[in-house]
C-alpha cells in the first residue's frame, strides 16, 4: 500500500485540503441564516426544485456509490443497473399518492403522518426504525472514504475514520439543511465530472481505445444485464427487479427522512414533483456511467497487469485508479469529492435524525420548551450522533464484508421494509386500525428475522418481504377482527388532503 501512497502527492494534497475548506466555509455562510428549527430543518422552504433534486441525488449517491458500484462492476457485471430503474416505476406513484400528504399535513418528519392516521406509537416505531438504519447507514458511508484515504495516504483505516468522523461533524453543526442541500448540489458535479474525466484516461490508455474496451468488456460478460435464473439467493433478473421497485426506491422514498425532508424544502408541491423527476433521471445516468468506470477499470488493469497491486477490499480499486492514474491536482480534486461525498451524507443523516429526535420525541413529549432549546438540542444531537457515526465504521472495519453495497442495500431492506408497509396501510387502506398496524408490523420483523437468520435469500429481496408482510397480515387482520377506526380526514388516498401551495 505504500507505493499507492508514494503517488498519490503534495498537490492532490493541497487540492484537497482547499476543496474541504470550501465546503466548511460554505457551512458558515448559511450557519448565519438558520434562527428557527424550520429553518434549520426545512431552509424555510426556499429552496429551488433543481436544487432539491440534485440534493436528493446526492444524499443517495454518497461514497458508497461512488466507490462501491465500480468495485461490484469491476468484480462482477451490470446487474445493478436495474435497481436504479426502479426509481422510474416508483415516482409517479411518490408523487400522487404520497407527496400530498407529507406536503400538506404540514409536518417536518414523516412519521408525524404515522400518528395522525395511527397512534403516537406506530409514529414512535417509524422514527426508531429510522434512526438504527440511518446509524448504520453512517458507520459504511464513513467506512468507504476512509479506506480509500488509507488506499492513497498509506495512514491507518482507523486515523482515517476519526479523522473524516470529525470533520463532517464539525461541518454538520456549522450548517442546517440549506448548507447541507447547497453543498450537495457542488458536489454532485464534481463526482459526476470526476467519473467522466477516469473513463477518459482509461480508454485514451488503452492502444485500441474504445474498440478495444467493448470488446474486452464483452468478451468477458461485463454487460451482462441479467441472470436468466430462479435462484433467489443470487442477483437473478426476478430477484434484482424486486430490489429494484422495492429495497432501493420505494423504502428510501417513501419512508427515509434524509429523502423526504428535501420534498418539503421547496416553495410548493409541483417543484418537489419535478426534483423527483430530476433525481430520478440522474440516477440512472449516474448508475450507468459508474458501472461504466468499473467495467472500464477491469479492462484497464487486464490490458496493465503489472500496475495492480493487492487490495485489501475490491472497494478501494477505484481509489488505487484515482491515485496513480490521474493527474496530480485532478486525482486530488476526485479523491476530495469522495470525502465530500461521504460528508454529504453523514450530514444528511445526522441532520435528519436530529431532525426525527428533536420533533418525534423532544418537542412532541416536552412542547413547552422554547424554539431556542430546541435548536439547541438539534446541534448537541448532532455531535453526539457525528461520535456514534465514527464508532461505528471502527466497528465496521473489523467486519470482513465482501461488498459493502450489498450490506447497505441489506441493512436497508431489513429495517425499511416494515416501514414502508406501514405507510402504505396508513395511505391505501381506511379499516386498518392501530392494533392491526402493529399486528402487522411484528409479524414483518419476525419474518425478516427469520430470513435473515435461517434463509440465504439474497438481501435485496428483505425490502419486499417486509412490506408485503406487513400489509398483508394487517389488511387481513382487519377483515378477521375489525374495529371502530376514527377516519379523519385527509389521512389516505379516499379522502386526499386539499393543496396548501
Known sequence: ????????????????????????????YFARREKTTDDFFLAGRRIPWWAAGLSIFGTQLSAITYLAMPARAYATDWTLLILNIGIFAIAPFVIYLYLPFFRRLNITTAYEY?????HVSVRVFGSISFVAFQ???????????????????GLNVFVCIALMGILSTVYTVLGGIEAVIWTDVVQAFVLIGGAFVALGIIIGDLDGGLGQFVS????????????????????ALIVVIIGAVFTNSLVPYTTDQAVIQRYLTTPNERQAAKAIWLNAFLAIFAGALFLLVGTGLFVFYEANPQRLVSLEKTDQIFALFIARQMPDGLAGLVIAGVFAAA????????????TVVTTDFVRRFMPQLTESKYLLFARCLTIALGI?????????????????????????????????GLFMLGIFTQRVGTAHAWIGTVASLSILLYVKLATEL????????????????????????PTRTEHRAGLNIYNIPKAIN
Do not use: Q
Open 1 to 28: 500500500m505504500n507505493d499507492i501512497a508514494g503517488s498519490f502527492g503534495k498537490v492532490n494534497y493541497a487540492v484537497v485540503g482547499v476543496y474541504l475548506a470550501v465546503l466548511v466555509a460554505m457551512g458558515l
Open 458 to 481: 439474497n438481501s435485496l429481496l428483505y425490502g419486499a418481504i417486509g412490506a408485503i408482510t406487513c400489509f398483508g397480515v394487517a389488511f387481513l387482520a382487519s377483515i378477521i377482527t
Open 388 to 420: 456514534s457515526g465514527t464508532v461505528t465504521a471502527m466497528l465496521l472495519a473489523r467486519i470482513e464484508i465482501k461488498y459493502l453495497w450489498d450490506f447497505f442495500l441489506g441493512i436497508m431492506g431489513l429495517l425499511g421494509g416494515t416501514l414502508a
Open 216 to 235: 474486452v468488456a464483452a468478451e468477458n460478460g461485463k454487460f451482462n444485464l441479467a441472470h436468466l435464473n430462479w435462484d433467489w439467493t443470487s442477483d
Open 343 to 354: 460528508m454529504s451524507t453523514i450530514d444528511s443523516s445526522m441532520h435528519s435524525i436530529s
Open 135 to 153: 446509524l448504520g447507514r453512517m458507520g459504511i458511508v464513513v467506512l468507504l472514504p476512509a479506506l480509500a484515504l488509507s488506499a492513497v495516504t
Open 114 to 118: 404515522l400518528e395522525k392516521r395511527f
